[in-house]
C-alpha cells in the first residue's frame, strides 16, 4: 500500500509547486502580464476566463463568461462546500474500501487514503483539496449523503441556492463520467462559487497551506500531502483557490490572490498545458493585469 501514498492521476487536478521558466517569466510584476489595460490581460489562452474584484464580485474582464464547461476538479469546492456547511468537522468517519476500486477505476488523483483508516471530517477536507484527493471526496461524500447519489443531489442544491444557474454536477471530484462534459460550470459561476468558498475561514485555512501532516495514530496511518496550486510558494500573494485537469477540460485554475489590501479572485478553464501538470501562466498574466489597474 505504501506506493499507493499521494498519487497524482492523469485525469484529476493536479499541480506542482516548483515553478517553470515560463510561470517564474510571466510572474514578474505588470509588464509581463499586461501592457495595455484597457484591451485586459495579454496572452490569455484559456478558453474561457474571468478575473474579478475579490470582495465585490465585480468582474474586470473576462472571455466566454457564461459559457458552459466542464472544470475538472474545481469541482471539489463544491463538495468541501457542502460538508463544511453540514458541520460535524471532528465526526470521525472511516474510509471505505470502495475508495480502492474507484480510484482504480478511473486512474484518479488520490490522497492514498487507507481502507479501514478513521479519520476526522476536517483531516479528511485537507486530502480532498491539497492533493485533489478523489478517495477523500467518495469518503465523504458517503458518509454526508448519506450516499453518493444523496450527496450529488446535494451540491446540485447548493449550486442553485448559490444561482448558480450554468453550473451541474454529475459526481463528487470533477471525474470525466459519465461523459466529460456531465459536470460542468462558467467563469461567473465559479467566481461566485470561489467567493462563497472563501468566505469559510475553514475554507481559506486548507486552501492557504502548502502542506499538511497527519501523525500515525490510534485508527489510522501517517499522511503527509501538499498543495498542488501551481501559484502557492510562486505568484507573491497568492492564497488559493483549486487547479484541476482532464483530457476533456484542460488545464483549469480557480484562483485567488491579494496584495497591499487588494484582493482578485480569477478562473481559466481550459487553458493548454502539457499533461495533467495544472500550469498557472493564464492566472498569473491576468493577475498581473489587475495588480498593475490604478484602482480597484
Known amino acids: 500500500m505504501a506506493r499507493r501514498a ?3 492521476s492523469r485525469w484529476a487536478g493536479a499541480a506542482v509547486l516548483t515553478a517553470c521558466v515560463a510561470l517564474t517569466v510571466a510572474a514578474r510584476p505588470a509588464a509581463a502580464g499586461a501592457t495595455n489595460a484597457n484591451a485586459g490581460p495579454v496572452g490569455v489562452q484559456a478558453k474561457a476566463a474571468a478575473i474579478a474584484v475579490a470582495s465585490s464580485g465585480h468582474v474586470l474582464w473576462s472571455r466566454d463568461l457564461n459559457t458552459e464547461l466542464p472544470m475538472a476538479s474545481i469541482t471539489k469546492v463544491m463538495t468541501a462546500l457542502v460538508v463544511i456547511r453540514a ?38 477536507l485537507e486530502g ?15 458518509a454526508y449523503g ?5 450527496f450529488i443531489a446535494k451540491m446540485n442544491a447548493t449550486a442553485k441556492r448559490l444561482g448558480l444557474t450554468r453550473t451541474h454536477f454529475s459526481n463528487f471530484d470533477g471525474l470525466p463520467y459519465p461523459t466529460g462534459y456531465s459536470t460542468y460550470s462558467t467563469p461567473a459561476n465559479l467566481i461566485k462559487l470561489g467567493r462563497v468558498a472563501m468566505a469559510s475561514a475553514v475554507f481559506r485555512s486548507i486552501v492557504d497551506q502548502r502542506s499538511y501532516r497527519i501523525a500515525a495514530g490510534s485508527g489510522h496511518h501517517a499522511y503527509f500531502w501538499r498543495n498542488l496550486n501551481p501559484l502557492l510558494g510562486v505568484y507573491r ?15 483549469c485554475l480557480l484562483f485567488e490572490a491579494t496584495r497591499g489590501g487588494r484582493s482578485f479572485i480569477g478562473v481559466n478553464l481550459d487553458s493548454p498545458g502539457v499533461g495533467a501538470t495544472v500550469n498557472g501562466a493564464d492566472a498569473t498574466r491576468m493577475l498581473n493585469w489587475a495588480f498593475s489597474l490604478p484602482s480597484y
Not at 480532498?128 to 458517503?142: F, N, R, V, W
Not at 448519506?146 to 444523496?150: C, F, S, V
Open 6 to 8: 499521494v498519487r497524482v
Open 87 to 124: 458541520g460535524g468537522l471532528s465526526r470521525k468517519i472511516t474510509v471505505p474500501s470502495a475508495v480502492v476500486a474507484y480510484v482504480d477505476e478511473h486512474d484518479a488523483s488520490a490522497a492514498g487514503l487507507r481502507p479501514g483508516d478513521t479519520l476526522t471530517a476536517s483531516q479528511l
Open 128 to 142: 480532498l483539496l491539497m492533493p485533489s484527493g478523489a478517495d477523500a471526496a467518495y469518503t465523504l461524500a458517503e
Open 146 to 150: 448519506p450516499g453518493l447519489g444523496a
Open 237 to 251: 500573494g497568492a492564497i488559493g483557490i483549486k487547479p484541476g485537469w482532464t483530457p476533456t477540460a484542460g488545464h
